[in-house]
DNA sequence: GGATGTTTAAATCCTA
DNA sequence: TAGGATTTAAACATCC
C-alpha cells in the first residue's frame, strides 16, 4: 500500500475527500488560510491524480468550499490585490473526522448544530481569539515573516493541537518551533488585543460586529465576543470570517494521533518546509493502512492514543 | 474572459 | 434499507 508522500499515489485516486484535501492544504499553511489556487497548487503538486481533469475536480471542490461550513473565507484587504478570498477551517470542525480517517467524516459539521453543542461555549475565549488572529492576518495581508508581530510576549504552554494542523499531521510530538502561534494565540484569549489592528482594517465592519445595536442578528455564545455569527454560517456575507482552534476534547486528541500516523510521510514532503525533525515522524518502517483500514482497524486506533 | 463563488440536483458510497 | 456523506455536473453571478 503506497504512502501518502508526494507522487505517492500516482495516477492513483488519493483516498481522501476533498474536504480532507482542502483542509490538508489549509493546515500546510502557516497562516490556516489559503486561497483557492493555492489550495489547487497544493492538491496538485502532492497527488498527480489531480494534475488532470482539473475542471471537474476544482469544481467539486469549489463547492464543498462553499457547501460546507467547516470552511470559511476569509476576505482580502481592501487594498490587497487578488483574485479570490482566502479560505480557512472552522474553528469547531476539529472533530468532523473520526478516527483520524481523512476519508469520511463521522458528521456534517453544521455551524448552528456545532453552537447547540457545549464545548463551544467551554473554548469561546480562544475561539475568539483565533478568530480575530486570522482576521488580522487576512487584512493586514501579513504572511509567515510577520507572524511575530503578533506574538505578544505571553508564552504559555499549549495544550491544544487542531486536528488538521501540520503539528498533528506531521508529528505526534511536535512543537511549535518558538511556541508561537499558540502561544500568540493563547495570549490573545484573555483580553483580544488584536482590536486595534481590526479597526484599522475594517473600521466599517469591526464597528459593525462590536456595536451592541448592529442590525448582524447574533445569539448564542457569540454575543458574547460580537462574533459576526452570519460570517461563520453557511452563505455567509464577506465579512470576516474568523477560524478559531478547536477546544481539545478526547475525539480530537485521538484523532490528532491518528492523523500522525496517516500523513506524517505525506506532509514530510511539503515544500513549506514545516516538517518538525521529530525522530517518530518516519513512517517508513510501516506502511499507512488503507482508509477503510484507517476507520476501522482497531490495532491502528489503539496506537493512535499512545 | 477567466477565475472565483454559490446553488441545485442527481448519482454513488457508506454507515447505523 | 434509510439516511447521511461525498462526488460530479451544471448553471449562474460576481470580480479582477
Known sequence: MPRPGRNTYSDQKPPYSYISLTAM???????????????????????????????????????????????????????????????????????????????????????????????????????????????????????????????????????????????????????????LAFSTMQSMSAGYPLHNQLTTAWPHLYNTMVDPVSPISMSGDYVAYRMPLKSLCHGGQTLPAIPVPIKPNPTTVGLSAGLTRHTSAFLSNSPQSLSPTSPQTDTSQSSPPTPRETHTNPTLQSVAVH
Request: hydrophobic share 35%; aromatic share 12%; with cysteine.
Open 25 to 179: 492544504a489549509i493546515q500546510s499553511c502557516p497562516e490556516k488560510m489559503l486561497p483557492l489556487s493555492e489550495i489547487y497548487k497544493f492538491i496538485m503538486d502532492r497527488f498527480p491524480y489531480y494534475r488532470e481533469n482539473t475542471q471537474r475536480w476544482q469544481n467539486s471542490l469549489r463547492h464543498n468550499l462553499s457547501f460546507n461550513d467547516c470552511f470559511i473565507k476569509i476576505p482580502r484587504r481592501p487594498d490587497q490585490p487578488g483574485k479570490g478570498s482566502f479560505w480557512a477551517l472552522h474553528p469547531s470542525c476539529g472533530d468532523m473526522f473520526e478516527n483520524g480517517s481523512f476519508l469520511r467524516r463521522r458528521k456534517r459539521f453544521k455551524v448552528m448544530m456545532m453552537m447547540a453543542q457545549e464545548h463551544l461555549a467551554q473554548s469561546k475565549q480562544s475561539d475568539a481569539a483565533h478568530y480575530l488572529r486570522l482576521s488580522a492576518l487576512a487584512a493586514t495581508g501579513t504572511h509567515l515573516p510577520q507572524m511575530s508581530s503578533y506574538n505578544l510576549g505571553v508564552s504559555q504552554p499549549s495544550t491544544f493541537k487542531h486536528p488538521f494542523a501540520i503539528e498533528n499531521i506531521i508529528a505526534r510530538e511536535y512543537k511549535v518551533p518558538g511556541s
